[in-house]
Each structure stands twice: as structure tokens, then as C-alpha cells.
């Protein structure tokens, strides 16, 4: 189905007529006090012919170009098939943690080891696409924590501002509690929705002005629900040169202010030691947080404004370019050297 967004401006069409008749008409061109007569100025019939005949095309040219100018100006759209979608009353906020911590390689895809975060962002990605008919929002935190998507029902989006996500992004320490506020803040403006927030972490908070706890005890008071969720494997012995080593690549994660947050809140708190288990603690989520049931019509709207704009300025740039070519020959013919043969030099 086509339709203009606004049709109202089509009123603008007659604005040239307007123009035209409104406006004084420009002066009289000069002329000299004294005219010798040249050859040229007795080819009258070549030159009127010339002279009209392109006159008229270039002004049927801007009055095309107009009317396509006002046509994209009134937003011609395309709308397609209605498409169903869920929709719910539920608002969710994801939590990435892009402190330096996340470049631990302890996690594993298939056969390839990645680090964190790019496990995070696989498994992530994945639960977000499930989540239509859902508002999500999305909030990097490191030193600092920023909304990087307000809450919105483009799936696709979040999942694309997600992956061009970068360690380091936010500064290299861990801010819980203000990732928190910003959490609260963003969906305290909101209606009465139902509020979650999914938070991710693999460190302790040791950075911002608001301390974890106090945060999760504000949300508890504007029903925002928190599922935290501390991934990082556990303590492992590794064989070296020097004999076995044992290390614990999760040794900063402060798994009691986790599930601290999460009981304040009413929420829960998950351990994901590797990708499977991270997974399965998105697939418990989508169970904790049902998707709803109810539908609602959307038509897709594809703008074709431009298509008559790129048009109009096609012609715009015919209309200027034949003006500097009727210069350009003006001038080579008024140049130096340009021989005019006067009456008086004909008996010659």
C-alpha cells in the first residue's frame, strides 16, 4: 500500500505561478548609448529558433524538478503486510561487564578457547533473539557504566551494539553498583512494567560512586529484579616445566556481593564456569521470565522519499551545468581574437 506521510505539503506546488505572478518582473537590460551593427545581428530567424526552443525545455526541466522536490517533501512511504509480534509489558535491561578481567581465555566455542567476552556476546545474542515483544536495553560498565542501548523493541539492534562491544570500552576496572543506579534510573522512567536486569561480571566492584549492595536495595524498592550472573572457570591445576600449578582464574569474583544483590532484589543469582553452563543459565531465564502470549499488528514502512529527491537533483544539476555551458559559449564568442566583419569593411 502506498501513502504519503505529508500529503499536506503538495500545497506547496503552486509556490513558482505564485512566485511568478506576484513578483515585479526584473528591470530592462541595459543598453549602450551607441550600437554599431554587426553581421550577427541580422540572423534573426537562426537565433529566435535558438533562442526560445531551448528556453522552453530548461523550464519544463525546474518545473519537473519542483514537483519532484515537493513529492519527496510530503515522505512517500511503502507500507507492507501487517507481520504479528508479541508483545508483553516486560522491560529488560542487560549488564556487560568490559573490564580487563574479561580478557581471561578460560571459556571455550566448539573447539576454539575465546576469552569472556566473547563468550558472553555468543550465548547473549542468542537470548536476546528470543526475547521479541520484549523492551531490551543494554548498559556496558567497566570504570564507568554507559547505556549504550535505551530500551527499545529492536532486537536486532541491541545484538548488533553488543558485539561491536570492546574490552576496555568503559575502562578497565569494575563499577557494579553504578551499573546498577543506571539500571534503575533508565527503568524508573518507565510505566509500571514489569522491570528486570540482567547483570554479568566476573569481578568484584572496585570502581564508581554507588556501592553495590545500597543499589540492589533501591532497586528492591522500585521492583526492578536483579539475576546476576559470575562467570569465570573454576580454580584449575595446569602441568608447566616446573611441575603442576595450580591457579584460579575466577579468584576476583565476589560471589557473595552477588548473590547478596540478587536476594535484595528478588532475583537470583547463576554460576557459569563455562559456555554450556552459561547457556543453560540463559535457556533458566527465558523459564524465570516467560515470553507472553499476546499479539499486535505491525506494518514495515520502507521510505521511498529519496528515489524522487535523487531524481530532482539529477535535473537540478542538468539545469546548472546548461547554464555554465550557454556561459561558457558567450564568452568564446565575445573573446580576443573573435573576427566580426562590420558593413563598412565588406567592399574591402
Not at 512511504?77 to 578460560?106: C, Y
Not at 556476546?121 to 554507559?146: C, H, M, N, P, W
Not at 527503568?187 to 549492595?213: F, K, Y
Request: hydrophobic letters at 45%; charged letters at 25%; glycine letters at 6%.
Amino acid at each position: 500500500m502506498f501513502q504519503l506521510e505529508w500529503p499536506w505539503v503538495l500545497v506547496l506546488l503552486p509556490l513558482p505561478l505564485l512566485v511568478y505572478w506576484l513578483l515585479p518582473a526584473s528591470g530592462a537590460r541595459r543598453q549602450a548609448a551607441l550600437r554599431v551593427p554587426l553581421i550577427e545581428d541580422f540572423r534573426f530567424g537562426i537565433d529566435v529558433v535558438e533562442a526560445v526552443s531551448p528556453r522552453r525545455w530548461r523550464r519544463y526541466l525546474s518545473l519537473l524538478a519542483w514537483i519532484l522536490l515537493v513529492f519527496a517533501a510530503c515522505r512517500p512511504q511503502w507500507l507492507g503486510e501487517a507481520i504479528a509480534i508479541p508483545v508483553s509489558g516486560r522491560d529488560l535491561m542487560l549488564a556487560v561487564d568490559l573490564s580487563d578481567s574479561m580478557r581471561t581465555a578460560d571459556f571455550k566455542i566448539g573447539d576454539k578457547q575465546v576469552n569472556r567476552l566473547q563468550a558472553s556476546k555468543v550465548v547473549a545474542s542468542q537470548f536476546i533473539e528470543r526475547r521479541r515483544g520484549d523492551r531490551l536495553g543494554l548498559i556496558l560498565f567497566g570504570t564507568q557504566a554507559y547505556l549504550q542501548a535505551p530500551l527499545t523493541f529492536d532486537s536486532t539492534t541491541v545484538n548488533r551494539l553488543l558485539d561491536e562491544s570492546a574490552i576496555g570500552l568503559a575502562g578497565e576496572r569494575t563499577a557494579i553498583g553504578d551499573a546498577i543506579g543506571l539500571a534503575i534510573k533508565r527503568l524508573d522512567l518507565q510505566s509500571d512494567n514489569s522491570r528486570v536486569l540482567i547483570l554479568m561480571t566476573d569481578g568484584a566492584n572496585t570502581a564508581g560512586e554507588v556501592l553495590p549492595l545500597k543499589a540492589a536495595q533501591i532497586a528492591a524498592t522500585r521492583n526492578l529484579r536483579i539475576y546476576t550472573i559470575g562467570i569465570g572457570a573454576d580454580e584449575q591445576i595446569e602441568s608447566t616445566w616446573f611441575g603442576l600449578r595450580r591457579s584460579n582464574p575466577s579468584a576476583q569474583l565476589d560471589e557473595e556481593t552477588l548473590r547478596e544483590i540478587a536476594r535484595l532484589s528478588g532475583g537470583r543469582y547463576f554460576r557459569a564456569r563455562d559456555s554450556e553452563e552459561l547457556a543453560k543459565i540463559y535457556q533458566l531465564l527465558d523459564e524465570l521470565e516467560p515470553m507472553p502470549r499476546d499479539t499486535r499488528n505491525l506494518r514495515p514502512v520502507k521510505s521511498l522519499f529519496v528515489w524522487p529527491l535523487a531524481l530532482a537533483l539529477v535535473l537540478g544539476g542538468l539545469l546548472v551545468a546548461a547554464r555554465l555551458w550557454r556561459q561558457l559559449g558567450r564568452q568564446a564568442q565575445s573573446a580576443p581574437g573573435t573576427i566580426h566583419q562590420r558593413p563598412a569593411e565588406i567592399h574591402d
